[in-house]
């Protein structure tokens, strides 16, 4: 699968279940309701470039747990997150697929 199709899939299935995830539930998600046969460490490549691109956004795992999504800040780059979709993911989800 060539690396424009790999993060087409990627943000696909990110604006398919619209809430934030883990990468490795991306990943295991992606393996099971797409097939995919690239390593988790392409879907976290690819999850990093969609962030730098701003169309998906690493939050705050604690405060998903009390309703509230909160971004991490720059300075927190290290910590670990979950990944959401934004709307300007699902615009370019929706183009890529043909909506």
Excluded: C, W
């Excluded at 390593?39 to 470039?49: A, C, K, N, P």
């Excluded at 169309?55 to 604690?62: F, G, Q, S």
């Excluded at 405060?63 to 370019?92: C, V, W």
Aim: net charge negative; aromatic share 6%.
């Amino acid at each position: 699968m060539p690396p424009e199709e790999r993060r087409n899939v990627v943000l696909e299935f990110m604006a398919e279940h619209g809430i934030a995830l883990p990468p490795k539930a991306i990943f295991r998600g992606l393996k099971i309701e797409r097939g995919i046969t690239f390593s988790y460490r392409t879907v976290q490549t690819i999850l990093s470039e969609l962030e730098d691109q701003g169309l998906v956004a690493r939050v705050d795992k604690e405060s998903l747990d009390e309703g509230n999504i909160q971004p991490i800040p720059e300075d927190e780059a290290g910590k670990r997150a979950y990944y959401m979709i934004t709307m300007d993911g699902r615009r370019e989800a929706g183009a890529s697929n043909g909506d």
